[in-house]
């Protein structure tokens, strides 16, 4: 199993019962107080998206999950967060910035304190129905 370097940051969430996390986007998920705050991810090297090359590791840092109104605030706040380039709903802190972990326990701890800002109902999987196969009616010949 994969482990994060990265999870030690949300150490101050872990005695909270509400505290999980979960595999996803082949990152880790972090969940607190029945949302999901953010998604760990740690891979070093890609940069380019639909052909144009960013200046960061678009897959390694945290990516906090937001709705887009709050992103000015939460831009306001931290700084060094980026829209990241596929999820851009989600606002991305990319390890590369100077003061990453700083800002990485300034999130954790906004969220330790229910900051209404950071988070999102985790989505629920649809289930699959079971259609049945409508038989066609042919015409039978007497």
């Given at each position: 199993m994969k482990t994060f370097s990265l999870e030690y940051f949300f150490e101050p969430l872990m005695d909270d019962p509400s505290y999980f996390t979960k595999k996803m986007f082949g990152g880790l998920a972090v969940y607190f107080g029945g949302l999901m705050v953010a998604?760990?991810?740690?891979?070093?090297g890609d940069r380019e998206w639909k052909g144009v090359t960013y200046s960061y590791d678009i897959w390694n840092g945290v990516l906090f999950c937001t709705s887009r109104e709050h992103h000015d605030s939460l831009n306001r706040s931290f700084p060094s967060f980026?829209?990241?380039?596929i999820l851009g709903k989600w606002l991305y802190l990319p390890m590369s910035e100077v003061d990453f972990e700083a800002e990485v326990v300034k999130v954790v701890k906004a969220i330790s304190q229910f900051d209404e800002r950071i988070g999102?109902?985790?989505?629920?999987?649809?289930?699959?129905?079971?259609k049945k196969k409508r038989l066609s009616k042919k015409k039978v010949k007497k």
């Open positions: 998604v760990i991810s740690e891979s070093i980026k829209s990241h380039p999102i109902v985790p989505g629920t999987k649809k289930k699959k129905s079971k």
